[in-house]
């Protein structure tokens, strides 16, 4: 059974920071690519940053040079560095694990930053 587990979500003044993490297991983790989604209210789910089995990462625009994605092969893990938040990036965040035709969720976190 695939499992997909965030932490770290909250509450957080603009400016702050937060480090969201995903637990993995049920998955081959090293050969997904993982990624960090979000979803606002009234608004479509949208890709933040995702990373390759390989190390390659990539961003959405209002995001980059703020956050960063990372991910450790070893513990099936594949965190989110959030700095910088703005009221903007107040949202549910959902990891997914991509390969082939396979995308698997987590439940989400959500991430609520104050002006």
């Known amino acids: 059974q695939v499992q997909l587990v965030e932490s770290g979500g909250g509450l957080v003044q603009a400016g702050g920071s937060l480090r969201l993490s995903c637990s993995a297991s049920?998955?081959?983790?090293?050969?997904?690519?993982m990624g960090w989604y979000r979803q606002a209210p009234g608004k479509q789910r949208e890709l933040v940053a995702d990373?390759?089995?390989?190390?390659?990462?990539n961003y959405l625009d209002s995001v980059k040079a703020r956050f960063t994605i990372s991910r450790d092969n070893a513990r099936n893990t594949v965190d989110l560095q959030m700095n910088s938040l703005k009221p903007e990036d107040t949202a549910v965040y959902y990891c997914?694990?991509?390969?082939?035709?396979?995308?698997?969720w987590g439940q989400g976190t959500q991430v609520t930053v104050s002006s």
């Open positions: 997914a694990a991509r390969y082939a035709r396979a995308t698997y």
């Open positions: 049920g998955i081959a983790f090293s050969i997904y690519v």
């Open positions: 990373i390759t089995s390989g190390g390659s990462t």
